[in-house]
């Protein structure tokens, strides 16, 4: 018997078409970090920014630098210093890489057979670097796809399980992160997710519904060139709820509720609640990390559009906010003017339609199907 999944497909030539794909920034409405604790949240894929990860079947398989991302080429000693003071260490190709390998590992596990041709992988990103856009997972997301499409098994792995894999190509090169970017960025559009340990433990996945992207409200993202490693931020606060912190188990568990509530303000467009509601999930995050780990200059972000009274709370671990003016256009003039002065960029969010295709959706368990 041939192994389950076992294709007929054989190797691309190496004038088969390259392989394209984007993956969105998302930004996280309601409930994050608590996805990285068995919570909720609600988050959506936007179209303002994306990374881009291109295929091409070659004879050896390679992994190609960025030119700017990777950069190993300097001015002097002082660029060199400078470079790593502000950007780290890292660049996409060890996400490339570390993607490459989660994928191989459960196509073995799964009994899916891949073809043995080989492949250059490229990649490119507009995402502010680091900044709570999830720029990582979107390069990691683009990855994933391309991969998929060039061994034909889009079919064979379900897509609730996607980000799963994709944030364990993370976890693989010790970045502490959640699945909320990663179910935002392989369903798209606006989502509600639910991350119980029930789902998660017997399915290996949460609960997912996409939501009709119209009940939003307009939405701000405000940012700037102030980039964090996200998992730098999380790990104090994931090793006290590890601990049983009772602060941090009890703020999270209420942070979670805010994304039931907020599904509720949505359904119902009570956007006066959805502002209550973001408010409250920064005045938490910043109780459990403490102003230190998030950085003056990303409170700063906040409290810009709070004093024109808008809502607004980090789209992910921060770097970003997003704000929400519930007087409407005087208040965004405000907000404008405020962020320009700040010098903070400001955009109108634009969200990314769901990108699920008709084999993605086929390849749903029946759990949710
Ligand atoms: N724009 C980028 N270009 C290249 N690599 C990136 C970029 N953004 C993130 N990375 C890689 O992903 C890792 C984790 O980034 P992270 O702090 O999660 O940023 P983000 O908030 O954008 O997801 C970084 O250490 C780096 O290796
Ligand atoms: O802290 C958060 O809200 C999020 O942080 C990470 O996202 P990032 O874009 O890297 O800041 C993490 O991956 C998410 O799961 C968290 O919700
Ligand atoms: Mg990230």
Redesign the pocket.
């Known amino acids: 018997m041939k192994p389950n999944g076992s294709s007929s497909s054989s190797s691309p030539s190496l004038t088969s078409p390259i392989i394209e794909h984007k993956a969105f920034a998302r930004i996280g409405l309601l409930g994050n970090p608590s996805d990285v604790y068995y919570g909720r949240t609600i988050s959506l894929n936007i179209q303002n920014f994306w990374?881009t990860v291109r295929l091409q079947p070659s004879s050896d398989l390679q992994i190609l630098p960025?030119p700017t991302?990777?950069l190993v080429q300097f001015t002097s000693i002082s660029h060199l210093v400078n470079r790593l003071e502000n950007e780290?260490?890292?660049?996409?190709v060890?996400?490339l890489m570390a993607t490459c390998k989660v994928f191989k590992t459960y196509c073995k596990e799964q009994g899916i057979h891949l073809h043995d041709g080989n492949f250059s992988l490229s990649?490119d990103?507009n995402?502010?670097?680091?900044?709570?856009?999830?720029?990582?997972?979107?390069?990691v997301c683009a990855t994933f796809s391309c991969l998929l499409d060039f061994y034909k098994v889009r079919d064979k792995i379900a897509v609730e399980i996607r980000p799963q894999l994709i944030l364990n190509a993370?976890k693989e090169?010790g970045?502490v992160?959640g699945l909320q970017?990663r179910v935002a960025q392989v369903y798209g559009g606006l989502l509600y997710m639910d991350f119980n340990k029930e789902s998660m433990d017997k399915y290996g996945h949460g609960d997912y519904t996409q939501l009709d992207t119209s009940l939003l409200p307009p939405l701000y993202l405000i940012y700037a060139e102030n980039?964090?490693?996200?998992?730098?931020v999380h790990s104090a606060v994931r090793q006290r709820w590890l601990d049983g912190d009772e602060f941090i188990v009890s703020s999270m568990e209420e942070v979670a509720n805010l994304a039931l509530e907020g599904k509720t303000a949505l359904l119902e467009k009570d956007y006066a609640k959805l502002a209550t509601l973001m408010n409250r999930n920064f005045d938490l995050r910043r109780r459990m990390f403490g102003d230190a780990a998030l950085g003056s200059l990303n409170i700063e972000m906040v409290e810009v559009a709070r004093r024109v009274g808008a809502a607004s709370k980090f789209t992910?671990?921060g770097?970003a906010v997003v704000a929400f003016c519930p007087d409407g256009p005087s208040q965004v003039e405000l907000l404008t003017d405020a962020c320009k002065k700040a010098g903070f960029s400001i955009l109108p969010v634009k969200v990314v339609p769901s990108l699920l295709n008709e084999i993605d959706i086929r390849s749903q368990s029946s759990k949710n199907a």
């Open positions: 990374a960025h991302h990777d780290g260490y890292y660049g996409g060890r996400l990649y990103t995402i502010p670097r680091q900044t709570g856009l999830s720029g990582s997972s979107a390069i993370e090169l970045i992160a970017d980039p964090s490693d996200s998992g730098k992910g671990s770097g």
